[in-house]
């Protein structure tokens, strides 16, 4: 099992720009998270999702959108990106049976 | 609004000292969650708390829960290099519903030789 995968790695946006993070996992999780840390802060909570179809707004939803269409796929969409959306995005899911999240590699976004 | 202060947030000791992170949240929950980020890295899973006293214990590193004080500790014996990272503690209020975290700010810990 891959786990929790996130593509690009790292991405520098011009400002006004837009792009997708994506976000896969291949254990059948049915949540699964999206979150920014910003530097010497802890992870705030942008968008989640309870199952395919299924999405929420989380604590900083603001300037982002996010599409849930399968169980595996949960993608965070930036429309017009601003410097203030500079951060490391991290996916996650919760694993019921050890009953915590477990969390992808992150991408690093830069936007200029 | 659910607050979650860890204390210290910095935090350099020598190696073989002992030391304890505190985690208080503001609001009732039985769900708090203990996490270590290596720089660069993404977060690892420590330990589950997942209710009234519960006390789990890895390596050098133990924690505890106690609902009534609202108050997780993560307790590190005998600190060595290797636990340099910085340790985030999470707590859901959810009551299992859909397991949304709220996190600590983070405690950024360096073990000196």
């Known amino acids: 099992n891959a786990g929790v995968t996130q593509t690009p790695k790292f991405r520098i946006l011009k400002i006004g720009q837009s792009m997708t993070l994506q976000c896969t996992q291949d254990?059948?999780?049915?949540?699964m998270y999206w979150y920014r840390q910003d530097p010497g802060m802890g992870l705030k909570l942008i968008y989640y999702s309870v199952g395919a179809g299924i999405t929420d707004k989380g604590e900083v939803p603001n300037g982002y959108n996010v599409s849930r269409s399968t169980t595996e796929d949960f993608p965070l969409r930036l429309e017009l990106a601003a410097p203030s959306q500079t951060s490391v995005y991290f996916c996650?899911?919760?694993?019921?049976?050890?009953?915590?999240?477990?969390f992808g590699p992150g991408t690093r976004l830069l936007v200029l | 609004e659910l607050k979650v202060e860890q204390n210290p947030l910095f935090l350099s000791m020598q190696e073989g000292k002992n030391y304890t992170i505190y985690c208080n949240y503001s609001?009732?929950?039985?769900?708090l969650y203990w996490y270590r980020q290596d720089p660069g890295k993404s977060l690892e899973s420590l330990f589950v708390l997942l209710s009234n006293g519960a006390v789990k214990q890895e390596g050098r590193l133990m924690a505890s829960l106690d609902t009534k004080a609202r108050l997780s500790t993560l307790h590190i014996t005998a600190a060595v290099h290797d636990l340099s990272a910085t340790y985030f503690c999470a707590v859901d209020k959810s009551g299992g519903s859909n397991y949304k975290l709220t996190f600590g700010k983070g405690t950024l810990l360096t073990v000196n030789p």
């Open positions: 996650a899911t919760y694993h019921t049976s050890l009953k915590t999240q477990y």
């Open positions: 254990m059948n999780h049915n949540y």
């Open positions: 609001t009732t929950s039985d769900r």
